[in-house]
């Protein structure tokens, strides 16, 4: 009797445990909800400043969306967030709240103490200070470095130097101050090792290339720059076989596209021309005749 009576009670107690979660389940759970809104209501005491060493914290608040004794919105944090990004003077901004107070912590850039080059023969110095943007007291960022990298590039491609490489180099200095130091590879003059039409059925390739100012390259031609890659050049060339072609009876003559395709080493280019001719124009005599 007594184990019968032990099995219903399992049973009951089974039931009840099964009927309890039930209801667990099918409460509404007021408790985040509570806690965002708390959140939401909180009106921000102050705005403390951290981690700013050359940069005043006023400054650092000038550029927040949100001033104490406004309410939190996290929408506001978050674009103020980007601002303070977005003034190029941090590496690093993390806002964050301790109860009704913003904490905002900063990262500064460094300031630049001295711009150098290394490796440079061909340029001077003066030529490629005035190229790039960043100068001595101005705020260091890898953004800044990266686009004078790509200026001096250029700068080496217009003296036909495509082979140039340049990497910059930082030592940091007590301060949160550095040195740059841009070192250059400047690499072999890139030459051209060939010039071909596409298109031409009235002159050969050799005479088209003997119009242009742009020479393939050649041992005897270590005196002259005319095999040396420029791409003003080669837009010179287009007018130059334009011009030869219209004093030929080519009046719709046009050149489609020059395309340049360096070689993987860096060393030289396959400068392709592809042309349109057109109609040959003849022009029979032409009398003058006077009253």
Same mark, same amino acid.
């Given at each position: 009797m007594e184990a019968v009576n032990l099995r219903f009670r399992l049973i009951n107690l089974t039931l009840a445990m099964l009927m309890f979660g039930v209801l667990l389940e099918t409460?509404?759970?007021?408790?985040?909800? /509570?806690? /965002?809104?708390?959140? @939401?209501?909180?009106?921000? /005491?102050?705005? =403390?400043?951290?981690? =700013?060493?050359?940069?005043?914290?006023?400054?650092?608040?000038?550029?927040?969306?949100i001033s104490p004794g406004e309410l939190y919105n996290s929408r506001l944090?978050?674009?103020?967030?980007?601002?303070? !990004? @977005?003034?190029?003077?941090? @590496?690093d901004v993390s806002i964050r709240r301790l109860g009704n107070v913003l904490v905002v912590s900063v990262v500064e850039n460094p300031i630049i103490n001295r711009l150098a080059f290394e490796g440079n023969r061909r340029i001077a110095d003066d030529a490629l200070e005035t190229e790039v943007q960043l100068r001595p007291r101005i705020v260091y960022t890898r953004s800044r470095v990266q686009a004078?990298?790509?200026r001096i590039l250029q700068v080496y491609r217009r003296s036909g130097r495509f082979a140039a490489s340049v990497e910059p180099k930082v030592v940091r200095l007590e301060q949160n101050r550095v040195d740059l130091i841009f070192e250059i590879n400047e690499g072999r003059v890139t030459g051209v090792r060939r010039i071909d039409f596409i298109g031409n059925r009235n002159?050969? #390739?050799?005479?088209?290339?003997?119009?242009?100012?742009?020479?393939?390259?050649?041992?005897?031609?270590?005196?002259?720059? #005319?095999?040396?890659?420029?791409? #003003?050049?080669?837009?010179?060339?287009?007018?130059?076989?334009?011009? !030869?072609y219209l004093e030929r009876g080519f009046a719709d003559f046009r050149v489609l596209s020059a395309v340049a395709d360096l070689t993987h080493d860096r060393s030289e280019f396959f400068i392709t021309f592809t042309v349109e001719e057109g109609e040959l124009y003849e022009f029979g005599q032409v009398d003058i005749s006077t009253t």
């Open positions: 409460m509404p759970i007021t408790g985040a909800p /509570a806690r /965002a809104q708390s959140a @939401a209501a909180v009106t921000i /005491a102050r705005i =403390n400043v951290q981690g =700013n060493q050359r940069i005043e914290a006023q400054t650092v608040k000038s550029y927040m969306l944090v978050d674009q103020s967030l980007k601002r303070l !990004f @977005a003034t190029g003077l941090f @590496a004078d990298v790509q002159f050969s #390739d050799g005479k088209l290339r003997s119009v242009m100012a742009t020479k393939e390259s050649r041992w005897y031609r270590f005196f002259s720059s #005319d095999d040396t890659y420029d791409p #003003d050049r080669v837009t010179l060339d287009r007018e130059l076989l334009r011009k !030869f």
